[in-house]
């Protein structure tokens, strides 16, 4: 698969991370609100995971428009935030399960954006 092919299909999974982890952010505000238990640690979370997803986002168009350097982090980042956001949320009595269930729906995009790029040879047109 040709590099930019790959970028440009990891661009629209990237656009799903961040509008479910907007959505993982409005839920822990929902909860909240609602008077239920929100720890901090799901409070950062559920604050940090968009900003990150923009940023990923920021460096996925920078990929599609052959920047190396945006590609192989972009490559590392959608193996290693998958493992690391489910293995802690899997730790007992970090959060709840049903933060744990919406943190994996929000890495799914990610999950398929390791596959798509994982293969893809790396840019050569810019540094």
């Not at 950062?44 to 599609?64: F, G, I």
């Not at 995009?109 to 790396?122: E, G, S």
């Amino acid at each position: 698969m040709e590099t930019r092919t790959a970028f440009s299909r990891s661009e629209k999974s990237i656009k799903a991370y961040v509008v479910l982890s907007a959505c993982a952010l409005v839920a822990v505000v929902a909860v909240a609100s609602a008077g239920q238990p929100v720890n901090t640690f799901m409070w950062v979370r559920a604050v940090l995971l968009p900003a990150v997803a923009v940023l990923m986002h920021r460096m996925t168009v920078a990929a599609v428009r052959g920047s190396r350097r945006a590609a192989e982090r972009v490559r590392a980042l959608a193996v290693v935030m998958p493992v690391a956001i489910v293995g802690v949320d899997l730790i007992p009595g970090v959060c709840p399960p049903w933060y744990t269930a919406a943190q994996i729906v929000c890495m799914l995009p990610v999950v398929r954006v390791a596959f798509l790029t994982r293969t893809a040879a790396p840019c050569a047109e810019h540094g």
